[in-house]
């Protein structure tokens, strides 16, 4: 288990420090030296390189290795090839990428502009959901001070290398931080996520190879240039030698903290820090001396660990071995012993029932009617063949039996599954006590009129 | 609305989209290959000046964009973000409803303010002054229970702060 106050923060260096957002700041502490000797000294293969060899995968939330997806893009293209960078943070409870854009933007600009550089991208959109204004005006700001410092532009630092970065607003659907629902969006059309393949590194925006990266994900590119692929690879988790699939988890993650505990908030730690670390190191423990009942371990699409899994690592590898969907986004959202797991489950179904992009059918019905039997079992007339009525939705929509686009519907899926297998008794006691006449009932029963918050 | 103008004589709809307007869209263009890319960035240029984005606004939008009404109308209905009835309020704010937020009082925030304001979510106080809405997931979790207002986020919101910003609303 790595020791968690052993590493100096990296990517958090210079929040909370005055003025971290402005180019001066940065440059005095060491910015833009990375980009001044890639372009110098390495050409765009060399940085590939480097950051495959460093074992970086995608902090956006699926985890694949940076270096990789990369390769994929088509070798001497003749162009364009297109940058995306994904700015659309909106899984609940994550907002490092917020963090990073509002005090330290030219991190994000510095790891954008070498990852552009390494793929021979002459073009990058910023795709930033709506909800960020200041993000938006720092990151605007930082754009407008690399295009007059040269570190943009045509012939970057007098080399060979050009490119333009525009941001593109989005306009608040959790749907365009799937990769290619951001680049329909990007198009102006709806953002529907498309069937794949075609990989974007093959065909993605405006039909042309494109790479869609995470913030943090550029991010940690920049202190790979620095710092060394060895270096990233000193922290975190190797691979399992029992798995030969399994890539580790190296490098430094940002873990964002919220719910019920003393001090929530946005930490750097090592890969594999487990929850309860995180809670009680990092976050002060649980609110007013409570007990913990459960934790999300990677924003809402992950599913929840129960206060008996808290010692499950945070690394790629970890919630799964809990029965959960993945590391995520790494949020980790804390549950007291005061929260009903039917108002958990009610709030989440009522989440991706308002953010299914409607395109795949089991997804939009399934989230749908998942949300209406939650509000009938919470309004007290739930049946107990519910709990399996939700648990046939839970395990039949998404990527993972095949019947969806996108893994939207996976992290629908997960809480409801996680909830009802972990918290069975907690739902059957709640269901026979607020609907004791018909609990037991089978036949169909209407759907509560929907008055509620729409 | 200085910007909606009367009738013309002849039945043909009156041009909503003013010259900045039109002037700051084709700004765009050099930014991406297509013109289609720029429906998002002209939707949210229409809708900032007025404050939502009627259907005269989509056919002038669509001219400009070389595309049928239809396919920036469809672009623009699936996001729920633009109105098209009538112009929000002066301030338009989002109250946070999901998981980090609701721990932490989001819901009750919301109804308090709803009660408050005396509008339902997604409604306009008939003062023009206020547009309240729940949002999803507004990413300041580590501030929950959180409220965005046009570009200000209120952060660790208490019903007292809630009251305070709704006497305060100009």
């Known amino acids: 288990m790595p020791d968690v106050g052993a590493t100096e923060p990296v990517l958090l260096a210079l929040v909370g420090r005055p003025d971290s957002h402005t180019r001066a700041v940065y440059e005095q502490a060491g910015g833009y030296q990375a980009l001044r000797r890639a372009v110098g000294e390495l050409a765009p293969e060399n940085v590939r390189e480097l950051v495959k060899s460093s074992g970086l995968r995608g902090r956006g939330g699926a985890g694949f290795p940076t270096g990789l997806k990369w390769t994929f893009l088509p070798q001497d293209h003749p162009g364009p090839i297109y940058f995306c960078l994904n700015a659309d943070e909106s899984e609940p409870g994550t907002f490092n990428n917020r963090i990073l854009m509002e005090d ?14 390494a793929t021979r991208a002459t073009t990058a959109y910023i795709y930033m959901r709506y909800e960020y204004p ?151 423990g649980i609110r007013g001396g409570r007990r913990a009942k459960a934790a999300i371990p990677g924003g809402i ?8 899994e808290l010692d499950c690592p945070l690394d790629f590898a970890g919630p799964g071995r809990y029965g959960c969907l993945g590391l995520g986004t790494a949020a980790v959202v804390v549950m007291d012993e005061t929260v009903s797991m039917i108002d958990f489950l009610e709030n989440s179904c009522q989440f991706f029932e308002h953010e299914s992009c409607g395109q795949c059918t089991p997804c939009r019905e399934g989230t749908s009617w998942a949300l209406k039997m939650m509000r009938r079992i919470k309004a007290g007339r739930g049946r107990l063949i519910d709990l399996d009525l939700l648990l046939e939705i839970a395990d039949s929509i998404g990527i993972m039996p095949g019947t969806t686009i996108c893994g939207l519907a996976d992290g629908a899926a997960w809480p409801i599954k996680n909830a009802i297998r972990k918290f069975r008794g907690e739902f059957e006691e709640y269901i026979r006590r607020t609907n004791p006449q018909g609990c037991h009932e089978t036949a169909p029963v209407p759907a509560l009129d929907l008055v509620a918050l729409h | 609305m200085s910007s909606v103008r009367e009738q013309p004589a002849g039945g043909a709809a009156a041009r ?15 930014r991406y290959p297509t013109r289609q890319a720029v429906t998002l960035p002209a939707l949210h240029v229409v809708n900032r000046e007025l404050r939502h984005v009627p259907l005269q606004a989509v056919v002038e939008v669509a001219e400009l964009l070389e595309l049928a009404p239809a396919q920036v109308q469809d672009t623009l209905t699936f996001y729920g973000f633009f109105k098209q009835d009538a112009p929000h309020g002066r301030t338009r704010a989002w109250v946070c409803r999901s998981i980090s937020c609701a721990l932490l009082g989001g819901d009750d925030l919301l109804r308090h303010m709803c009660r408050r304001a005396g509008i339902q979510p997604g409604q306009t106080t008939p003062d023009g002054k206020l547009t309240l ?11 929950a229970p959180c409220m965005l207002a046009g570009d200000t986020l209120h952060k660790n919101l208490t019903t007292h702060k809630a009251d305070q910003f709704l006497d305060g609303l100009p």
């Not at chain 1, 699409?301 to 206060?307: C, E, I, N, V, Y």
């Open chain 1, 104 to 117: 330290d933007p030219h991190q994000v600009l510095e790891g954008l502009i070498l990852s552009c550089y």
């Open chain 1, 134 to 284: 200041l993000a938006w005006q720092r990151m605007q700001a930082a754009v407008d001070e690399c295009y007059a410092a040269g570190y943009l532009g045509r012939n970057v630092l007098g080399s060979q290398f050009s490119l333009d970065v525009y941001l593109h607003r989005g306009a608040a659907a959790y749907i365009c931080g799937e990769e290619t629902g951001l680049i329909e969006s990007l198009e102006g059309k709806r953002a529907w996520p498309r069937i794949k393949p075609p990989f974007p590194a093959v065909e993605g925006l405006f039909h042309k190879p494109t790479v869609v990266n995470n913030i943090e994900t550029v991010a940690c590119v920049k202190h790979i240039v620095d710092r060394g692929a060895d270096w990233f690879r000193s922290i975190g988790v190797p691979p399992d030698p029992n798995n030969p699939r399994d890539p580790g988890s190296f490098g430094p993650k940002l873990y964002c903290l919220s719910g019920h505990v003393e001090r929530p908030g946005c930490y750097e730690a090592p890969l594999g820090i487990t929850v309860r670390q995180l809670i009680d190191q990092f976050g002060g």
């Open chain 1, 301 to 308: 699409s992950m599913g929840l660990l129960t206060a008996d």
């Open chain 2, 16 to 30: 909503v989209l003013s010259e900045a307007m039109i002037e700051e869209i084709r700004g765009y263009f050099p």
């Open chain 2, 133 to 143: 809405e729940f949002a999803e997931c507004l990413g300041a979790c580590e501030a």
